[in-house]
């Protein structure tokens, strides 16, 4: 069974230049999130999906940053402009029930 | 304010030896608890979970041991193989899984040959 998948893996931008990342979760898997996580911490929660539906966005700063769903299955990160303090890693998640499985991210440096 | 915490940053042990990584979490409404690890340049694996209605689960080599009382987890890895050598993320959630999961910083094993 194939994992949650995420390009690009790697990017480098300079500040205030629009970003996006894009993430295919697991087959079946209705539940998608969107983390970042910043060197030495713990992936934070930035929005939830059920479905097409965000059910959670309150950690997303919105000035900025924007997603979308929009059939329910793969989705879109995007953050415009892009500043020094994104730099990052964005991991995209999904779950069934309970576990949540991650992809393996996108590293972000903004320069 | 940290809720979950991991307040050890690394951990050595010798192959073959046990592996005890500790976490505490503040917020008792956490009722689901899992265990992360992570290699460089990858994403989060999941390795094992417990609902708080257990105290032990076990998978293998992996058992987690939950104190409610104590707002306590531990991981416990026996034996430990140099391949065990990864970052672990301890991560708590409300309502079975399927909420936002709250994040340890981690702590970084090493397992010696």
């Known amino acids: 069974e194939a994992g949650v998948v995420q390009s690009p893996r790697y990017k480098i931008i300079e500040k205030k230049q629009p970003v996006a990342f894009w993430c295919n979760p697991i087959s079946g898997h209705n539940t998608l999130y969107w983390y970042r996580q910043n060197l030495g911490q713990g992936p934070e929660l930035l929005i939830r999906?059920?479905?097409?539906?965000?059910?959670?966005d309150s950690q997303l700063p919105k000035d900025r940053f924007s997603a979308e769903r929009l059939k329910g299955v793969d989705s879109t990160l995007k953050i415009q402009p892009a500043e020094l303090g994104d730099s990052a890693v964005y991991l995209c998640?999904?779950?069934?029930?309970?576990?949540?499985?991650f992809g393996p991210g996108t590293r972000l440096l903004v320069l | 304010d940290q809720q979950v915490k991991q307040n050890s940053p690394s951990l050595s042990v010798q192959e073959g030896r046990i592996s005890i990584l500790n976490c505490d979490y503040t917020n008792s409404m956490f009722d689901y608890f899992l265990w992360y690890k992570k290699y460089p340049a990858e994403g989060p694996t999941f390795l094992i979970s417990?609902?708080?209605?257990?105290d032990k689960n076990e998978d293998g080599r992996f058992t987690v041991f939950l104190n409610k009382s104590a707002k306590h987890l531990s991981l416990h890895i026996v034996p430990s193989q140099p391949g065990d050598s990864a970052v672990y993320f301890c991560?708590?959630?409300?309502?079975?899984?399927?909420?936002?999961?709250?994040f340890g910083k981690g702590m970084k094993l090493t397992v010696n040959p």
């Open positions: 417990i609902s708080s209605i257990k």
């Open positions: 999906y059920e479905n097409e539906e965000a059910v959670d």
């Open positions: 991560a708590a959630c409300t309502q079975g899984g399927s909420e936002k999961l709250v």
């Open positions: 998640a999904s779950s069934l029930v309970e576990t949540q499985y």
